[in-house]
């Protein structure tokens, strides 16, 4: 028996409908996740460290005033082969024209940072000799790697873990990407800094 017009149009509008609603039920699932990637902000871990210069300073005296860019690195990187570090180097005059702020963490003392590389990074790089320990700043980023411990420098200092390189992005409102129990690094931090930089 052959379909009326009329029968026939209300029969493919049954099928588009029909159509929309399984597609709206199968993509939230996937933009739902997408969504709670990228909403999932939570305040920053704040934490204090003393910087190369022996000085104390506190994570949470920059948050809710400034953008900050995080970074960790391990004690035995060079700064004048790191590309990320050099990068910041270069663009930090002009990173903090858009009001961001660059922090550095290592496991390295203070004195040896000092030491590190042919000129003194210009911003603070703060010391967590205790990398790995319950509590330490490395472990509330998720950045260091227990399983890789460093034998301290002197008998007095504390053993310390390897730090994965990892870079950060704190906004002006303090809040951090999260990724389940820790806070998420950038994937490709190179080009972001350079968008950030671009924005002045």
Known sequence: MKLQLREYVVFAAGVVIAGACIFRLQSPLQTGAQDVRISDRRPAPAFELYDQNSRAVNLSAYLNRHKILLVFFDGQTDPDSDPVLQQLSQFHAALAKTN???????????QTIRGKGNRPLPFAVLSDV???QPGSASV???????????QPAAASAPTSAVIRPSVFFIDAGGLVDWDGKHPR????????????????
């Open 100 to 110: 961001v702020t660059v922090i550095a963490v290592s496991n390295a003392l203070p």
């Open 130 to 132: 205790t990398a790995g």
């Open 140 to 150: 509330l980023w998720n950045v260091a790697d227990p399983a890789a411990p460093r």
């Open 185 to 200: 690094s950038l994937s490709d931090p190179q080009p972001f800094i350079s968008r950030l930089v671009a924005e002045g």
